[in-house]
Antibody, heavy 120, light 106 residues
């Protein structure tokens, strides 16, 4: 059974940093791209970052490019999101997701999510 | 960025009724489209990928169609467990989601 378990969320002041983690199990982690997708309270879904199987390629939307960094540790089957210079608009539930990347690109498994609140 | 427009924003359906949700892309995305269901307090679950391919374990009453810029999700026979918010997502150029369609049981 595929499991994705996020951790590291919490309350952080604007301008500060936070690092999220995602522990993966139930599949061969090294074979899959991985991603982070967020959802602001009562809002829709927004893709935040994607990383290739080896970690050599990363992709971001303009809204977080230069502030967020996605990384992975294949030996630990773990995914990370380093978030710097946080803004109030980054307040959201952050989901770790397995990214089926290729001909069709979609997210086939999601974690339960972790809440990040950016507020003074 | 490719914009995804869903309609309607909300709808209610009776048990057994057939439901359709539309998704319009601002430019052509071939059939690189997925549909997700999200229930309150839960993470999204993949229903359809490649516009019409059913994800393993998803009931066959769910079906998807379309290509280019116009897509639809159909539920053939509404069940109580189908209540939730449905999102489309394009995977052609970066990844953007529609705003969601809230489906309730009438």
């Amino acid at each position: 059974e595929v499991q994705l378990v996020e951790s590291g969320g919490g309350l952080v002041q604007p301008g500060r940093s936070l690092k999220l983690s995602c522990a993966a199990s139930g599949f061969t982690f090294t074979n899959y791209y991985m991603a982070w997708v967020r959802q602001a309270p009562k809002k829709g879904l927004e893709w935040v970052a994607t990383i290739s199987t080896s970690g050599s390629r990363t992709y971001y939307p303009d809204s977080v490019k230069g502030r967020f960094t996605i990384s992975r540790d294949n030996a630990k089957s773990s995914l990370y999101l380093q978030m710097n210079s946080l803004k109030s608009e980054d307040t959201a539930t952050y989901y770790c997701a397995r990214h089926r990347y290729g001909g069709y690109s979609y997210f086939d498994y999601w974690g339960q999510g972790v809440m990040v609140t950016v507020s003074s | 960025d490719i914009q995804m427009t869903q309609s309607p924003a909300s709808l209610s359906a009776s048990l057994g009724e057939t439901v359709s949700i539309e998704c319009l892309a601002s430019e052509g995305i071939f059939n690189n489209l997925a549909w997700y269901q999200q229930k309150p307090g839960k993470s999204p679950q993949l229903l359809i990928y490649g516009a019409s391919s059913l994800q393993d374990g998803v009931p066959s009453r769910f079906s998807g169609s379309g290509s280019g810029t116009q897509f639809s999700l159909k539920i053939s026979g509404m069940q109580s467990e189908d209540e939730g918010i449905y999102y489309c997502q394009q995977g052609y150029k970066n990844y953007t989601f529609g705003a969601g369609t809230r489906l309730e049981l009438k």
